[in-house]
């Protein structure tokens, strides 16, 4: 049953309830009123017939007309229910009820006048009611109807639309509002979902395609297992493997701080182990590291600290350019801990960096490619940051300097 016919029938329901008892107890009162009223004239008549000097069995049989025994007495006050009355001379009489006393024709008739008026005022006020039953369900009932076509729209997949809300009312706004975001975020990540599923397949791709057609011009005859060739399966399995592990590592960075381990750790014990797996590397490309810390110890989880310094370490050696230098700053700052990796390297385009940490991004594909990288580097580093209740920025400038900043709160 639809909402806007369910409060329609629960308005019927309760205004038929509610002027029923109405109906009932106003014609009860009014019953009763009249009750009252031709009692009190009934006995007014009596004493006006007690008046008349008539003979007492006269006066019996007058007073038995209007439903009451009459009985001389000298009691004075009303006992049970008999009603003392007196004449012009003094004499009292109790007055006893003989059976119930029913109204005349024409107080029935008044009575049943009053009762089919009330009857029409109550058809009226229903009917009243009805029609502003049916305004009011509308208005409750038509932004829900609005909601439900647009929950079913998301259902059905057809994200990223403003649910309309027709309605002033302040619930049904926030609900309206709510689930717009709630319709964009899921477009947001399906897209990312799409997106990350084909950056996947062609990353894995790409390694694949080159280990099969080697093998396959192996087996042919075309090219010969000597020792190049061999080399070059090898760096195309571990380009592989590097994939895998890190889609693994982004994998379990969505199950967010599960994982992490907070304790003290020694700064430049971290760091000087990481410079120190780059220092080949960075002497190839002919790339100084040098250090600025100023901190010995934080609280933060080690684990992530460290993949925080290796990634950022592996990207400035990478893109920094032969000749480079880069410098790895840690200082405290108010509550937090600040680390800056800086090169005056090629640097970043503006229009690049918001897309710098989106997963498989990189700012030069064949040179990715040359150095080895997957893309997943910044993304890995900014998932870990954000474990951390910690944020992370680049700053750029092009064919100058590229710098990343990282402020990790520290509890006091």
Not at 23 to 36: D, M, R
Not at 399 to 405: D, R
């Amino acid at each position: 049953m639809k909402l806007r016919l369910r409060l329609q029938l629960t308005f019927a329901l309760y205004s038929i309830l509610i002027l029923s008892l109405l109906f009932l107890v106003l014609h009860l009162n009014i019953n009763n009123s009249f009750q009252v009223y031709g009692k009190r004239l009934r006995q007014q008549g009596i004493v006006e017939t007690l008046n008349n000097n008539l003979s007492f069995e006269q006066l019996e049989a007058q007073v038995e007309k209007y439903g009451y025994n009459l009985q001389k007495t000298n009691n004075n006050s009303n006992k049970g229910n008999a009603t003392i009355v007196k004449d012009n001379q003094g004499i009292s009489y109790m007055l006893t009820q003989t059976g119930s006393q029913s109204l005349n024709t024409s107080e029935q008739q008044l009575l049943d006048t009053i009762d089919s008026l009330l009857l029409i005022l109550g058809v009226v006020f229903l009917l009243i009611s009805q029609i502003l039953a049916y305004f009011i369900s509308k208005k409750f009932s038509s932004p829900v109807e609005g909601i439900s076509k647009s929950i079913q729209d998301i259902k059905e997949g057809n994200l990223g639309k403003v649910v309309s809300c027709k309605s002033n009312i302040t619930e049904y706004k926030q609900l309206c509002d709510t689930l717009s975001k709630m319709s964009k975020q899921l477009e947001k990540n399906r897209d990312q979902s799409r997106r990350y599923n084909q950056d996947v397949q062609h990353e894995l791709r790409t390694p694949v395609t080159n280990l099969l057609s080697h093998l396959e011009a192996v087996q042919d005859g075309v090219f010969e297992m000597d020792e190049n060739m061999i080399k070059d399966l090898h760096s195309e399995v571990i380009r592989l493997s590097k994939i895998i592990d890190q889609i693994q590592n982004l994998e379990k960075m969505d199950d967010g701080r599960k994982f992490v381990k907070m304790e003290i750790i020694d700064v430049n014990e971290i760091v000087g182990e990481r410079i120190k797996s780059f220092v080949s590397s960075a002497k190839m490309n002919e790339i100084s590291i040098e250090t600025d810390i100023r901190v010995k110890q934080i609280v933060t989880d080690s684990s992530l600290f460290s993949t925080i310094i290796t990634n950022l370490l592996s990207n400035s050696i990478k893109y920094a350019g032969r000749g480079s230098k880069i410098i790895i700053s840690i200082r405290k700052e108010n509550s937090n801990i600040l680390i800056s990796v800086k090169d005056n390297g090629i640097g970043i385009e503006n229009d690049k960096l918001d897309k710098l940490f989106d997963r498989f991004y990189r700012v030069d594909n064949s040179r990715s490619r040359e150095t080895g990288g997957s893309g997943l580097g910044l993304s890995i580093t900014k998932a870990s940051v954000e474990i951390l209740n910690g944020t992370i920025e680049v700053l750029s400038t092009p064919k100058k300097e590229t710098i990343f900043n990282i402020l990790l709160p520290q509890d006091k």
